[in-house]
């Protein structure tokens, strides 16, 4: 089926949702040779000024970096190169700059130009806190980049319809909503300082792998997520420590199994706890797929059901 039709019929809610179904099937361990090396020389140049904007001015430093990209083809587009203009953004009449005059949805449309690209970031962030039909996308969460993406698209910014699946497929190729949580944490000017964890995402759940001696408190000052929100999230107790390489997830999981997973056969060593992170997955609704009560515990060889059955 057709998405760009489906797109042109279905509403904003709609549209969010197919987003959504999308991008989860993106495979979890992401090709690097998929990696375009142009989008990592520009991620590593402009990433520190993308999260210098977010903490001034409340934009995910994700969706600047994932604007930029796009719109300025890595920086090598011709409005980018010889105009320093990295977010297509156009005179709308009001702007008392430098000019110049490119072809776009219509012949010589008016363009600002920037003496450097900088300026470009700084203007593209006055630009969004600037205009009203922007300002609901300030009530979303800092970390919700997919709903920034949405948004931007529905009000207006660019006219490909593609625009917002385009956004979130930059920003989950490259990880960049890392640069977002990186952006949370002020005072500290060393990367490793900043963010000793590196997130990833699966199941679409931003998680991150633990480190020998970590707590949740110790996350909690890492990421600015309350200690009992973690622990809520995991399904552990707040002065649990954990093993190396154990999951920690930064997000509410999944009721379901992602990825069409119907059911997993226990393995020596696993618990359903383990089970239920492997998955992404709310231990609770294990149990309740399984009709089992909370003190159940499966042998090895049991068949665990992930998914609701079909009748």
């Not at 977002?180 to 931003?206: C, F, M, R, V």
Request: with cysteine; net charge positive; glycine share 6%.
């Amino acid at each position: 089926m057709n998405f760009i039709s489906i797109f042109k019929q279905i509403s904003y809610y709609i549209l969010f949702f197919a987003i959504i179904v999308i991008t989860a099937s993106i495979p979890e361990d992401i090709d690097a040779q998929s990696q375009n090396k142009t989008y990592l020389i520009y991620i590593d140049k402009f990433k520190d000024e993308a999260m210098r904007q977010q903490k001034r001015y409340k934009i995910p430093a994700s969706i600047t970096l994932a604007q930029g990209l796009l719109e300025s083809g890595a920086g090598n587009g011709e409005l980018a190169r010889k105009s320093n203009n990295h977010f297509g953004i156009k005179c709308h009449g009001v702007w008392q700059g430098e000019k110049v005059y490119y072809d776009d949805d219509e012949k010589g449309e008016c363009f600002r130009k920037y003496d450097d690209p900088m300026q470009s970031y700084e203007d593209h962030s006055l630009f969004l806190t600037s205009r009203p039909r922007y300002a609901e996308l300030f009530n979303l969460k800092i970390t919700d980049y997919r709903g920034w993406a949405v948004g931007l698209k529905k009000c207006g910014y660019a006219t490909d319809k593609a625009y917002a699946s385009k956004l979130i497929g930059i920003i989950e190729l490259y990880n960049l909503n890392r640069y977002d949580l990186q952006a949370l944490k002020k005072g500290k000017k060393n990367q490793e300082d900043i963010n000793p964890h590196t997130p990833y995402i699966s199941w679409g759940l931003l998680y991150i792998e633990a480190k020998e001696g970590d707590t949740f408190e110790s996350i909690s000052n890492e990421f600015g997520i309350k200690r009992r929100k973690l622990a809520k999230y995991n399904e552990l107790l707040k002065d649990h420590t954990f093993k190396e390489g154990e999951i920690i997830y930064l997000q509410e999981k999944n009721k379901y199994s992602k990825k069409g997973y119907k059911y997993h056969i226990v393995k020596e060593g696993e618990s359903l706890h383990s089970i239920a992170q492997k998955y992404g997955m709310k231990l609770s609704n294990i149990y309740a797929l399984n009709r089992k009560y909370n003190n159940w515990i499966p042998n090895v060889g049991d068949k665990i059901q992930l998914n609701r059955r079909r009748k």
